[in-house]
């Protein structure tokens, strides 16, 4: 199977802060994942810029691609970028790991996201989405979508109705199967009635973790999970440290993991997706699939940032 994503092409800027006072001043809620015009993401940026840093591609979407990507799927990649230094080093980093791009350029900077990981590791995100929220229903292309089996699309592009819309339709229309990660609570709660519209009519494929599936469903997640597995065909709820559940082929499973002290939550359920798909693109069971998803979940906040280390990955291919 080949798997595409659509997403919001940005840069994350790992920054390990050694104080929570830091996201007070420059008003962050701490686990959140704040929207910032380009003066405030420049003044962040700027504020942090002696603290221990890293720089990959990012965004939710384009990880979970990642992944898929270097556990060996062919994967491709919409999204929007401009024309820097910033765009031009997610595409190379994307291109590095395999994936096929389809990258749109705008003149608007690339979008990044400064991401300041607390001391217990817990991040907080401020965002400028920049070129990224350009991306409209007419980039979408019909002959690159037709080329893939299944498009994973984000939940932070949800504000896009249009986009959404006509992305998930073009995708049935083709044969895709449709894979949804809510990505964020807030996301949800602002968009309820349009994802309940798209969820029942075009997604087979829904992620969310706690919070997100009790903002969507108004339930706790074993309840959630088996609510959402009678509108989808595949739902997953992650419950972080308690594991996950999985509705498939009209069965409930939970996954239990391992309980680990995170140097960084970032991409954690990314990774999960990435190892969920690569079993459902391999005919693994429901269970199976699951523990992929935790297995790359539980690697990654090992790590500063959303990727999995590059000598990593040989091991999780054997397995």
């Not at 384009?62 to 997610?90: C, S, V």
Request: proline residues 3%; charged residues 20%.
């Amino acid at each position: 199977m080949k798997i595409i994503g659509i997403g919001n092409a940005l840069t994350d800027l790992m920054t390990q802060i050694d104080t929570d006072e830091i996201l007070e001043m420059l008003k962050l809620p701490k686990g959140s994942m704040q929207l910032v015009d380009s003066t405030t993401s420049k003044n962040a940026s700027e504020v942090t810029k002696n603290f221990k840093q890293s720089i990959a591609s990012g965004g939710s979407a384009a990880n979970t691609i990642h992944g898929l990507a270097r556990l060996g799927i062919e994967a491709g990649f919409i999204g929007k970028t401009g024309t820097d230094d910033i765009g031009l080093f997610f595409e190379n980093d994307m291109r590095k790991a395999g994936i096929k791009t389809y990258l749109i350029h705008s003149k608007t900077p690339s979008g990044l996201a400064l991401a300041l990981v607390s001391p217990d590791g817990e991040r907080t995100f401020a965002t400028y989405l920049g070129a990224a929220v350009e991306l409209t229903a007419s980039d979408i292309d019909k002959n690159i979508l037709s080329q893939y089996d299944i498009l994973h699309i984000e939940g932070y592009l949800l504000q896009n109705y249009e986009l959404i819309s006509h992305s998930i339709e073009l995708a049935k229309e083709l044969g895709l199967l449709v894979s949804l990660d809510l990505a964020s609570y807030n996301v949800v709660e602002e968009n309820i009635n349009f994802l309940n519209e798209i969820v029942a009519t075009y997604v087979d494929i829904v992620f969310a973790n706690e919070e997100e599936s009790k903002a969507f469903t108004g339930m706790d997640p074993e309840e959630s999970v088996k609510h959402l597995g009678k509108i989808v065909d595949i739902a997953v709820v992650k419950t972080g440290p308690h594991g996950s559940f999985v509705s498939m082929n009209g069965e409930v499973v939970h996954i239990p993991t391992t309980r680990i002290v995170p140097i960084d939550t970032t991409g954690a359920g990314d990774l999960y997706a990435a190892g969920f798909l690569y079993g459902l693109a391999t005919g693994k069971t429901p269970f199976e699939c699951g523990e992929m998803g935790t297995k790359l979940a539980s690697e990654v906040i090992c790590h500063i940032g959303a990727k999995i280390p590059n000598e990593k990955w040989s091991s999780f291919r054997q397995l």
